[in-house]
């Protein structure tokens, strides 16, 4: 059972809170074992928007395993720093110490600042207030203008909406890609995007299209990625021939059903590697006989990203500003 805890001050904002809440709970109710703490300084918390919220003043105890979320609140009523007391500074740094991972939404970046786990790192926050970040922490690498950075287990978010997308990020590094897309439709998400880019992950970059026979298909190769998955099988799946689905596969997404299948396996490799998976077990775990076709893929990938121009990473491996830690 992995916990989720959220700390909230005296107005937050509700969406702040309220998306990654609601991406863990969903979480939850398809399986996945999450269990969402709420704490604060009082029993009675109020929000920006008027709701007010029941927290513990008690942290549960936590394990590396566990997950610490700080959400924004109103900087016109405390200003970009926080009510965020010494005690929970404390606490978030402590976390993180021991192996924890801690993350933040929009002005809740203040706080793990003031917990000095920005210091050397790579963040980001709401655009109106990044240059308010970067002088109160000059130590901190703020990245601008992205919608999440992940750097060693230190979590930062722009803000409101994006809290969606990075609780999906750390689902999809948890439990797959296709744990995260199940989520995503449950929530009648249209995308989960990236830190980097207007849409996440190989998976759901790619189904911003109408047809149904590729839905289904990546359904298919989104649930079985690390099989072998024999293009008949992907036809009959998607109710068309062979030749139709390949055609059809390259007008909706732009790739081949295969291209689409080591996307993902890249993907996944990316995250056990950078999680401390040598390359050939990681390799081995999303569907490589060996490790070459992922070395080659992964340089291929790094090639693209070095390319001027080229926006888009070929293998659906992280860009620069959401390197994994």
């Known amino acids: 059972m992995a916990r989720v805890v959220f700390l909230l001050v005296p107005q937050v904002h509700l969406l702040d809170l309220a998306g990654p809440a609601q991406v863990f709970s969903t979480a939850a109710d398809l399986g996945y074992d999450y269990r969402l703490h709420?704490?604060?300084?009082?029993?009675?918390?109020?929000?920006?928007?008027?709701?007010?919220?029941?927290?513990?003043?008690?942290?549960?105890?936590?394990?590396?395993?566990?997950?610490?979320?700080?959400?924004?609140?109103?900087?016109?009523?405390?200003?970009?720093?926080?009510?965020v007391g010494p005690d929970d500074l404390r606490r978030l740094a402590e976390h993180h110490a021991g192996g924890g991972t801690v993350a933040s939404v929009c002005a809740?970046?203040?706080?793990?600042?003031?917990?000095?786990?920005?210091?050397?790192?790579?963040?980001?926050?709401?655009?109106?207030?990044?240059?308010?970040?970067?002088?109160?922490?000059?130590?901190?690498?703020?990245?601008?203008?992205?919608?999440?950075?992940?750097?060693?287990?230190?979590?930062?978010?722009?803000?409101?909406?994006?809290?969606?997308?990075?609780?999906l990020h750390l689902v999809a590094t948890r439990h797959g890609p296709a744990a995260a897309a199940g989520i995503a439709r449950a929530l009648v998400v249209h995308s989960r995007r990236n830190g980097h880019e207007p849409q996440a992950g190989a998976m759901m970059r790619h189904?911003?299209?109408?047809?149904?026979?590729?839905?289904?298909?990546?359904?298919?190769?989104?649930?079985?990625?690390?099989?072998?998955?024999?293009?008949?099988?992907?036809?009959?799946?998607?109710?068309?021939?062979?030749?139709?689905?390949?055609?059809?596969?390259r007008r909706a997404t732009g790739l081949t059903p295969l291209g689409y299948q080591q996307l993902l396996r890249v993907e996944r490799a990316e995250h056990l590697i950078g999680h401390g998976s040598t390359v050939e077990a990681a390799a081995?775990?999303?569907?490589?006989?060996?490790?070459?076709?992922?070395?080659?893929?992964?340089?291929?990938?790094?090639?693209?990203?070095?390319?001027?121009?080229?926006?888009?990473?070929?293998?659906?491996?992280?860009p620069a500003a959401t390197r994994a830690g």
């Not at 704490?39 to 395993?65: F, H, K, M, Y």
């Not at 992922?294 to 790094?302: E, F, G, I, Q, W």
């Open 108 to 167: 809740g970046a203040y706080a793990l600042g003031r917990a000095g786990l920005l210091d050397g790192r790579r963040c980001t926050t709401h655009h109106d207030v990044q240059d308010e970040l970067a002088r109160r922490f000059p130590a901190a690498r703020v990245v601008r203008d992205v919608l999440y950075v992940v750097d060693e287990r230190v979590v930062t978010s722009a803000g409101i909406a994006s809290g969606i997308d990075v609780a």
């Open 284 to 318: 081995r775990t999303v569907g490589f006989t060996d490790a070459r076709m992922l070395r080659r893929l992964r340089s291929r990938a790094n090639h693209s990203r070095s390319v001027p121009g080229s926006s888009r990473p070929a293998s659906g491996t992280r």
């Open 38 to 83: 709420y704490v604060a300084d009082r029993e009675i918390v109020p929000t920006v928007q008027g709701v007010p919220l029941v927290a513990a003043l008690r942290w549960p105890e936590l394990s590396r395993d566990d997950l610490v979320v700080v959400p924004g609140w109103r900087l016109r009523a405390h200003g970009p720093q926080g009510p």
């Open 207 to 249: 189904r911003s299209h109408l047809s149904d026979a590729v839905h289904r298909v990546q359904d298919l190769i989104d649930h079985r990625f690390a099989e072998p998955l024999p293009l008949a099988d992907l036809a009959a799946a998607g109710g068309v021939a062979e030749r139709t689905l390949t055609r059809l596969f």
